[in-house]
Protein backbone atom coordinates (compact mmCIF):
# COMPACT_ATOMS: atom_id res chain seq x y z
CA UNK A 1 0.00 0.00 0.00
CA UNK A 2 2.85 2.17 0.79
CA UNK A 3 4.69 1.49 -2.03
CA UNK A 4 1.53 3.35 -3.92
CA UNK A 5 2.50 6.61 -2.51
CA UNK A 6 4.72 9.56 -4.53
CA UNK A 7 5.24 11.36 -1.23
CA UNK A 8 3.93 11.56 2.28
CA UNK A 9 2.32 15.40 2.69
CA UNK A 10 1.30 15.65 6.24
CA UNK A 11 3.05 13.17 8.56
CA UNK A 12 0.96 11.43 11.09
CA UNK A 13 2.76 13.12 14.26
CA UNK A 14 1.50 16.35 12.32
CA UNK A 15 -2.12 15.42 12.21
CA UNK A 16 -2.11 14.18 15.76
CA UNK A 17 -0.27 17.52 16.33
CA UNK A 18 -3.05 19.48 14.78
CA UNK A 19 -6.01 17.24 16.23
CA UNK A 20 -5.17 18.76 19.55
CA UNK A 21 -4.10 22.18 18.19
CA UNK A 22 -7.77 22.26 16.24
CA UNK A 23 -9.55 20.81 19.52
CA UNK A 24 -8.30 23.18 22.29
CA UNK A 25 -9.63 26.50 19.81
CA UNK A 26 -13.33 24.53 19.32
CA UNK A 27 -13.37 23.52 22.78
CA UNK A 28 -13.31 26.93 23.86
CA UNK A 29 -15.94 28.17 20.98
CA UNK A 30 -18.54 25.26 21.53
CA UNK A 31 -18.08 24.99 25.56
CA UNK A 32 -21.59 25.04 27.06
CA UNK A 33 -23.34 24.69 23.78
CA UNK A 34 -23.94 21.26 23.24
CA UNK A 35 -23.27 21.59 19.27
CA UNK A 36 -24.25 18.94 16.76
CA UNK A 37 -21.05 17.80 15.29
CA UNK A 38 -21.83 16.51 11.51
CA UNK A 39 -19.40 14.12 10.16
CA UNK A 40 -19.44 13.81 6.36
CA UNK A 41 -18.74 9.98 5.24
CA UNK A 42 -16.77 8.29 4.31
CA UNK A 43 -13.61 10.35 4.44
CA UNK A 44 -14.03 12.26 7.38
CA UNK A 45 -14.26 9.21 9.60
CA UNK A 46 -10.83 9.23 10.58
CA UNK A 47 -10.59 13.20 11.76
CA UNK A 48 -13.68 13.25 12.90
CA UNK A 49 -12.62 10.40 15.68
CA UNK A 50 -8.99 12.39 16.62
CA UNK A 51 -10.75 16.36 16.81
CA UNK A 52 -13.77 15.24 18.49
CA UNK A 53 -11.74 13.23 21.29
CA UNK A 54 -9.52 16.71 21.37
CA UNK A 55 -12.94 19.00 22.15
CA UNK A 56 -13.37 18.73 25.56
CA UNK A 57 -17.51 20.00 26.29
CA UNK A 58 -20.56 18.04 25.47
CA UNK A 59 -21.44 17.51 22.04
CA UNK A 60 -23.63 15.15 20.05
CA UNK A 61 -22.79 13.42 16.61
CA UNK A 62 -24.37 12.53 13.30
CA UNK A 63 -23.44 11.25 10.03
CA UNK A 64 -24.15 12.05 6.41
CA UNK A 65 -23.19 10.62 3.84
CA UNK A 66 -22.92 12.54 0.06
CA UNK A 67 -21.72 11.68 -3.25
CA UNK A 68 -20.44 14.23 -6.05
CA UNK A 69 -17.21 12.20 -7.17
CA UNK A 70 -18.71 8.47 -7.95
CA UNK A 71 -15.13 6.85 -7.14
CA UNK A 72 -13.53 9.08 -9.98
CA UNK A 73 -10.74 12.09 -9.63
CA UNK A 74 -13.28 14.82 -10.89
CA UNK A 75 -16.52 16.12 -8.88
CA UNK A 76 -19.76 15.28 -11.53
CA UNK A 77 -21.31 18.64 -10.95
CA UNK A 78 -23.87 17.07 -8.56
CA UNK A 79 -24.22 16.47 -5.08
CA UNK A 80 -26.48 13.79 -3.65
CA UNK A 81 -27.44 12.94 -0.41
CA UNK A 82 -26.63 9.13 0.19
CA UNK A 83 -27.20 8.79 3.61
CA UNK A 84 -29.20 11.57 5.74
CA UNK A 85 -28.76 12.91 9.15
CA UNK A 86 -30.87 11.16 12.31
CA UNK A 87 -31.08 14.44 14.25
CA UNK A 88 -32.94 17.32 13.99
CA UNK A 89 -31.11 20.37 12.77
CA UNK A 90 -33.58 22.99 13.78
CA UNK A 91 -32.15 25.86 16.26
CA UNK A 92 -28.80 23.85 16.53
CA UNK A 93 -25.16 24.77 16.56
CA UNK A 94 -24.14 22.41 13.74
CA UNK A 95 -20.01 21.85 13.42
CA UNK A 96 -19.45 20.72 9.79
CA UNK A 97 -16.39 17.71 9.79
CA UNK A 98 -14.78 17.50 6.21
CA UNK A 99 -11.66 15.87 5.13
CA UNK A 100 -11.11 18.47 2.41
CA UNK A 101 -12.78 20.96 0.55
CA UNK A 102 -11.43 20.81 -3.06
CA UNK A 103 -14.24 22.89 -5.72
CA UNK A 104 -15.95 23.31 -2.51
CA UNK A 105 -19.42 22.08 -4.10
CA UNK A 106 -20.50 19.68 -1.66
CA UNK A 107 -19.92 21.92 0.93
CA UNK A 108 -22.30 25.06 0.06
CA UNK A 109 -24.64 21.81 -0.62
CA UNK A 110 -24.91 21.20 2.95
CA UNK A 111 -24.77 24.58 4.62
CA UNK A 112 -27.58 25.60 2.33
CA UNK A 113 -29.03 22.65 3.32
CA UNK A 114 -28.62 23.34 6.88
CA UNK A 115 -29.82 26.84 6.52
CA UNK A 116 -33.28 25.69 4.80
CA UNK A 117 -33.22 23.29 8.26
CA UNK A 118 -32.88 26.49 10.62
CA UNK A 119 -29.33 25.70 12.15
CA UNK A 120 -29.13 28.02 14.60
CA UNK A 121 -25.50 28.09 13.41
CA UNK A 122 -23.11 26.45 10.91
CA UNK A 123 -19.15 26.08 11.44
CA UNK A 124 -17.02 24.14 9.06
CA UNK A 125 -13.66 22.54 10.04
CA UNK A 126 -11.71 20.62 7.34
CA UNK A 127 -8.81 18.96 7.81
CA UNK A 128 -7.21 19.57 4.36
CA UNK A 129 -7.84 22.89 2.22
CA UNK A 130 -7.02 22.22 -1.37
CA UNK A 131 -7.69 26.57 -2.54
CA UNK A 132 -6.82 26.10 -5.80
CA UNK A 133 -9.43 23.72 -6.40
CA UNK A 134 -12.46 26.27 -5.37
CA UNK A 135 -15.08 26.96 -7.79
CA UNK A 136 -17.75 27.87 -5.74
CA UNK A 137 -17.47 30.66 -2.72
CA UNK A 138 -17.01 28.08 0.25
CA UNK A 139 -14.54 28.68 2.95
CA UNK A 140 -14.05 26.81 5.94
CA UNK A 141 -13.96 28.35 9.19
CA UNK A 142 -11.34 26.63 9.93
CA UNK A 143 -8.64 24.68 8.61
CA UNK A 144 -5.63 21.96 9.14
CA UNK A 145 -3.45 22.06 6.74
CA UNK A 146 -3.56 23.81 2.31
CA UNK A 147 -2.34 21.43 0.51
CA UNK A 148 -1.59 21.84 -3.27
CA UNK A 149 -3.89 20.61 -6.24
CA UNK A 150 -2.96 17.19 -6.44
CA UNK A 151 -4.99 14.29 -5.66
CA UNK A 152 -4.58 13.13 -1.96
CA UNK A 153 -5.11 10.11 -0.50
CA UNK A 154 -5.01 8.47 2.98
CA UNK A 155 -6.01 9.39 6.94
CA UNK A 156 -9.72 9.27 5.37
CA UNK A 157 -9.31 9.99 1.73
CA UNK A 158 -9.34 7.19 -1.02
CA UNK A 159 -8.68 6.51 -4.60
CA UNK A 160 -11.34 4.22 -5.88
CA UNK A 161 -11.91 3.49 -1.83
CA UNK A 162 -8.32 2.33 -1.02
CA UNK A 163 -6.17 4.16 1.12
CA UNK A 164 -8.35 5.59 3.88
CA UNK A 165 -6.79 3.44 6.54
CA UNK A 166 -3.10 5.38 5.49
CA UNK A 167 -2.38 7.27 8.83
CA UNK A 168 -0.87 9.92 6.88
CA UNK A 169 -1.65 12.04 3.87
CA UNK A 170 0.50 11.14 0.67
CA UNK A 171 0.45 12.18 -3.06
CA UNK A 172 -0.48 8.96 -4.94
CA UNK A 173 1.86 7.70 -7.85
CA UNK A 174 0.64 9.07 -11.42
CA UNK A 175 0.96 5.76 -12.41
CA UNK A 176 -1.52 3.71 -9.94
CA UNK A 177 -4.30 6.39 -11.63
CA UNK A 178 -3.35 6.14 -15.40
CA UNK A 179 -1.89 9.47 -15.25
CA UNK A 180 2.09 10.55 -15.82
P1 LIG B 1 -15.56 19.26 -3.32
O1 LIG B 1 -14.97 19.36 -4.70
O2 LIG B 1 -17.03 19.09 -3.34
O3 LIG B 1 -14.91 17.92 -2.81
O4 LIG B 1 -15.08 20.36 -2.41
C1 LIG B 1 -15.11 17.43 -1.60
C2 LIG B 1 -14.97 15.94 -1.61
O5 LIG B 1 -14.25 15.48 -2.76
C3 LIG B 1 -13.33 14.49 -2.44
N1 LIG B 1 -11.97 14.94 -2.81
C4 LIG B 1 -10.86 14.21 -2.72
N2 LIG B 1 -10.68 12.96 -2.31
N3 LIG B 1 -8.37 13.16 -2.71
C5 LIG B 1 -9.42 12.45 -2.31
O6 LIG B 1 -9.24 11.31 -1.91
C6 LIG B 1 -8.45 14.43 -3.15
O7 LIG B 1 -7.44 15.05 -3.49
C7 LIG B 1 -9.78 14.98 -3.17
N4 LIG B 1 -10.26 16.19 -3.52
C8 LIG B 1 -11.61 16.11 -3.29
C9 LIG B 1 -13.48 14.28 -0.95
O8 LIG B 1 -14.32 13.18 -0.73
C10 LIG B 1 -14.17 15.51 -0.45
O9 LIG B 1 -15.00 15.29 0.66
MG1 LIG C 1 -15.58 13.72 1.63
Known amino acids: MNNDIKKILITEEQIAAKCAELGRTLTEEYDGRFPLAVGVLK ?9 L ?6 LEMDFMDVSSYDGQ ?7 KIVKDLDTK ?9 EDIIDSGLTLSYLVDLFKYRKANSIKIV ?5 PDG ?12 DVP ?6 YGLDYAEKYRNLPYIGVLKPEIYGGT
Open 134 to 145: RTSHIKADIVGF
Open 53 to 58: RSIHTY
Open 126 to 130: SLLDK
Open 149 to 154: NEFVVG
Open 89 to 97: VEGRDLLII
Open 43 to 51: GALPFMSDI
Open 73 to 79: MRSSGEV
